[in-house]
C-alpha cells in the first residue's frame, strides 16, 4: 500500500523520477519536530528528489535545526510568527518586530515569510516595519497575500523581491497581469492543481508559464506534520504534470528558478 | 436583521414528566401540559413567525371547581422583549380559552407566559426561522425509498439477500476460517464493533464504520477506496489483516458449500473464474447489506411535524437547541448534510493522521488512487449496468493536495449507539466529538481550507444541548 509504485503509475507517465525539485514552500512547525524528527524530515526530503527547499517555521527554530542538520538542502526563511495562533494578528503586535531584529543578527535567512497579510494591513506600522527590515537585509519577501497587498508592499519598497505564496490563488490572468506589472515577483504554487489536469497543464495556465516561465516555483506546504509525509508525492506529482510543458520550462519551474533567486544565500 | 419575510414556525415539545406525584386532574385537550401549585395546563399551538396564531388552552384545578381566569402573553429572555401585540382569551368552556392575536416577529428563543387564577407557568419555544426550516426539511424524510443498485443485477433480490446474510456470517469465507465479516460488524453493536480500530486477524489502522444505510453511499471505507458496497465487500476478504483469503479461495467455498444457493440468486452455475465467483458473492454480500437501513428516530417525528405544520409533544427542547446550533452556528448540516446526515464526501477535520512512528494514513488521497486502479471499480467489467451512468463520480473524481488526510464524513444516524468516532476511533464520547468542533486546532487547517472549520467556541449548554440532539438521531429499542 502506498508505495512509490502506486505513485508513480498514478502521477508520472513518462518524465524522469530524477528530476531535481526545488520546494519554495515548505514549513517545519514546533509541533512536527517530534513527530518527524530532523534526521527524518532531511531523509524525506533527500527521498524526495528535491535538490534545495526553502523552509519556514512558527517560531523559527524548526528550519534552524533543519539547516545546521543539512545546510546543502535547507534555505531558511523567517516567519514572523513564534506560533501558527498568529497568523491573524501579527501584523497588528509591536514586538513581532524586536523578535524579527533579534532573529535576523543570530541567523542568516534568505526571506522574511511566509506571512499571511492582506489588503490595507500591508500599510500598517508592523508590516511597515518587516519590510524595512526587508530591505535592510536585502531579503525577499514571501506573501500570503492578496494582490491588494502585494500592490501594497511594491508602494513601499518598489525594489522588493516578492515570493507570492500559491499565486495568490489567484486566476491565471490576473497573476499573469501582477507579473507583466512587477518584474520582481514571483510566485509559489503550492497547494494548487487547477493548473493540471490528468498531468495536462490547463490552457491559460500554459499560456501564463509559458509567458513568464522564469516567475514560478513548486511547493509543498507542509503547514502540518504528516504532510511531510506528502513531499514526495508531490514532487513525483509536480514532475508529472511539468512533463506536459517543453522542457526547459518544466525544468525552470522544478527547480532552476529557485536556484537561481536563492544563489546569493547558497554563496555565503 | 430582516427576518419578517421568513415564515417562522414554532413548535412545543412536552414537559418532561414532573418528579412530583401525576397530576390530580387531566386538562380537556392533549397538548403540552404545564402543572402549578394549584392547576394542569395544556395547550395547542403552531405559530407561523410573522403571523398571527392561536393557542388553543385547557386548564384543570387539582381539587374544586375548574379556574376562570387565564391571560397569556410571550416574551424573548435573551432579547428581553415580548410581543408586539396584545393577545385576547376567549373562554370556550370551563376551564377551556382560545387565545387570539399573538406573533412571534422573530426566530429565536421564545417563552410563552400562562397566568391561571394569578399562578405562572412557563414554557419555553424554540422558534426556526424559514432558512432554518428549510434546513431541517432537508435532514429527512426517513427512511428513504428502497432502492436498487443498478450495478449489481441482484440487488433487491430476495435469493440474494439470504445469501448475502449467509455469506456476512460465514467464517469460512476467511482465509483462516475463522473470522466473519460479523467479526467486526457485529449486529448487537449497530454492525460496528466498539473498538477505536478494527481488529480482524489484526489490528487495523481505522475504525470500524457501521454498515448500516450503507446501501445509501456513494463512496465506501473511510477513504472511499471503492465506489460500490459490492467492491467494498471484497475488500476486507482480501485484506490479509482482515479476512486474509484469495479470490481462489472464496471461490471455492461459494462452489462447494453454496451451489445451490448461489444458482438460486444468479440463475446459473458458478463459473470458473475465481474472480467473477468472488464478485459475485460480493455482490450478494451488499445485496444483504442494502437491507440494513436504521430505523426512524425521535428526530423524524419532530421533522415530519415540522412539515405539515403540526405542533409536536415529545422532542426535548435541548434537543431543539441543539438542531439550531447544527443548523446555524455550527454550521454543522453543511457536511452532515441532507436525510443519512453527510453529503458523502470527505474532509479534513483537523483530526491527526499518523497511524503510526513515522507512518501516516493518507486518507482520501490513498482512496482516490486505489478506486481508480481497482479492478472492481464501476468503469471495470464487472459493473452490471451496462450504460456506465453509475460511474460518474468515478470517473470525474480528481486527486487534490487537500485530499491528503481527508476522510469520510460519517452519517450522523445512530450516531449515539457507535463511539468511538473519527477515522482512527480516537475520539471516545459524542461529546468529546463536540468539543472537538468547538475548540478545533486551527493550526492544522489550511487557512485557505475549508473556512466552516473554523472554533465554535461553544458554552457548556451549548454542548450539552448539541450533544442531546445527536442523541435524537439515534433510534430507540422500541421503534420499528
Not at chain 1, 498514478?10 to 512547525?29: E, R, T, V
Not at chain 2, 507512518?359 to 472492481?376: H, L, N
Request: hydrophobic share 40%; charged share 25%.
Amino acid at each position: 500500500m502506498r508505495t512509490a509504485a502506486a505513485i508513480l503509475l498514478f502521477f508520472l507517465p513518462g518524465i524522469s523520477s530524477s528530476q531535481p525539485i526545488f520546494d519554495a514552500h515548505l514549513h517545519y512547525s514546533h509541533d512536527a519536530w517530534e513527530l518527524v524528527p530532523v534526521p527524518q524530515a532531511i531523509e524525506i526530503l533527500r527521498k524526495a528528489g528535491l535538490k534545495r527547499a526553502l523552509i519556514s517555521s512558527a517560531g523559527d527554530d524548526g528550519q534552524q535545526r533543519l539547516y545546521a542538520a543539512a545546510p546543502d538542502l535547507v534555505i531558511p526563511e523567517l516567519r514572523p510568527y513564534r506560533n501558527r495562533a498568529e497568523v491573524g494578528t501579527w501584523f497588528r503586535d509591536s514586538s513581532v518586530i524586536p523578535y524579527l531584529e533579534t532573529r535576523l543578527s543570530k541567523y542568516s535567512y534568505a526571506a522574511i515569510g511566509e506571512f499571511h497579510l492582506y489588503g490595507a494591513d500591508a500599510d500598517l506600522p508592523v508590516p511597515r516595519r518587516m519590510v524595512e527590515l526587508a530591505k535592510k537585509h536585502n531579503l525577499f519577501l514571501h506573501a500570503h497575500s492578496d494582490s491588494g497587498a502585494v500592490e501594497r508592499l511594491f508602494a513601499q519598497w518598489p525594489q522588493a523581491r516578492i515570493l507570492w505564496a500559491h499565486a495568490g490563488f489567484d486566476s491565471p490572468q490576473r497573476v499573469a497581469a501582477m507579473l507583466r506589472r512587477h518584474e520582481q515577483l514571483w510566485c509559489d504554487l503550492a497547494f494548487r492543481t487547477d493548473f493540471s489536469a490528468n498531468n495536462k497543464v490547463d490552457p491559460a495556465w500554459r499560456a501564463v508559464f509559458m509567458e513568464f516561465p522564469d516567475r514560478f516555483m513548486v511547493g509543498t506546504d507542509s503547514y502540518t506534520p504528516e504532510r511531510w509525509h506528502y513531499i514526495g508525492e508531490h514532487a513525483a506529482w509536480s514532475r508529472a504534470w511539468l512533463a506536459d510543458l517543453p522542457r526547459e520550462v518544466a525544468d525552470r519551474i522544478a527547480w532552476k528558478n529557485g536556484e537561481a533567486l536563492f544563489s546569493s544565500f547558497q554563496a555565503r | 436583521m430582516e427576518k419578517r419575510r421568513s415564515a417562522l414556525l414554532l413548535f412545543s415539545s412536552a414537559l418532561i414528566a414532573a418528579a412530583t406525584a401525576a397530576p390530580a386532574c387531566t386538562p380537556a385537550i392533549d397538548g403540552v401540559r404545564l402543572e402549578s401549585k394549584s392547576f394542569v395546563l395544556s395547550y395547542r399551538a403552531a405559530p407561523e413567525v410573522g403571523k398571527h396564531f392561536s393557542v388553543e388552552i385547557a386548564a384543570c384545578a387539582k381539587s374544586g371547581p375548574p379556574p376562570q381566569n387565564l391571560k397569556i402573553d410571550a416574551h424573548m429572555p435573551e432579547h428581553r422583549h415580548g410581543m408586539n401585540y396584545r393577545p385576547t382569551v376567549k373562554p370556550l368552556a370551563p376551564g377551556r380559552w382560545q387565545a387570539e392575536g399573538l406573533m412571534f416577529h422573530m426566530p429565536g428563543k421564545w417563552e410563552l407566559v400562562f397566568f391561571v387564577e394569578g399562578e405562572r407557568m412557563t414554557r419555553e419555544l424554540i422558534v426556526f426561522s424559514d432558512e432554518e426550516r428549510q434546513r431541517i426539511l432537508a435532514h429527512g424524510p426517513w427512511p428513504p425509498a428502497a432502492r436498487k443498485d443498478p450495478g449489481n443485477r441482484v440487488s433487491g433480490k430476495p435469493e440474494a439477500i439470504a445469501l448475502g446474510e449467509r455469506l456476512f456470517f460465514e467464517p469460512r469465507l476467511s482465509g483462516t476460517g475463522s473470522v466473519l465479516c460479523a467479526t467486526c460488524h457485529v449486529p448487537f453493536r449497530h454492525f460496528q464493533d466498539a473498538r477505536p480500530r478494527g481488529f480482524g486477524l489484526e489490528q487495523v489502522d481505522r475504525n470500524t464504520p457501521t454498515v448500516m444505510n450503507v446501501g445509501l453511499y456513494r463512496w465506501y471505507g473511510w477513504d472511499g477506496g471503492n465506489d460500490s458496497l459490492w467492491a467494498q465487500s471484497i475488500r476486507p476478504l482480501l485484506d490479509p489483516r482482515e479476512m486474509r483469503a484469495s479470490p481462489a479461495h472464496i471461490a471455492s467455498v461459494i462452489r462447494t458449500l453454496y451451489r445451490k444457493e448461489y444458482e438460486k440468486t444468479f440463475s446459473r452455475a458458478p463459473s470458473a473464474n475465481d474472480e467473477q465467483v468472488m464478485v459475485d458473492a460480493g455482490k450478494a454480500l451488499a445485496a444483504f447489506q442494502e437491507t440494513l437501513v436504521t430505523k426512524r428516530t425521535p428526530f423524524d417525528d419532530f421533522r415530519d411535524a415540522l412539515e405539515r405544520n403540526e405542533p409536536i409533544a415529545g422532542y426535548p427542547l435541548a434537543a431543539q437547541r441543539g438542531l439550531r446550533l447544527f443548523v446555524g452556528k455550527g454550521n454543522c448540516g453543511v457536511c452532515h448534510f441532507g436525510p443519512q446526515f453527510t453529503n458523502g464526501e470527505f474532509s479534513d477535520t483537523g483530526i491527526p493522521f499518523f497511524a503510526g512512528k513515522g507512518r501516516v494514513d493518507a486518507g482520501r488521497s490513498e482512496g482516490i488512487r486505489k478506486v481508480k486502479a481497482s479492478p472492481y471499480n464501476l468503469l471495470g467489467r464487472f459493473n452490471d449496468d451496462a450504460t456506465r451512468a453509475n460511474a460518474t463520480s468515478t470517473r470525474h473524481v480528481e486527486l487534490q493536495h487537500r485530499n491528503f488526510g481527508e476522510f469520510r464524513v460519517p452519517g450522523l444516524r445512530n450516531v449515539a449507539l457507535t463511539a468511538p468516532y473519527m477515522h482512527n476511533g480516537s475520539i471516545a464520547s459524542l461529546r468529546e466529538v463536540v468539543q472537538h468542533y468547538s475548540d478545533i486546532n486551527e493550526e492544522r487547517l489550511h487557512l485557505d481550507g475549508e473556512k466552516i472549520l473554523r472554533k465554535l467556541n461553544l458554552t457548556p449548554a451549548e454542548i450539552d444541548d448539541l450533544v442531546a440532539f445527536l442523541e435524537s438521531l439515534s433510534e430507540t429499542s422500541a421503534r420499528k
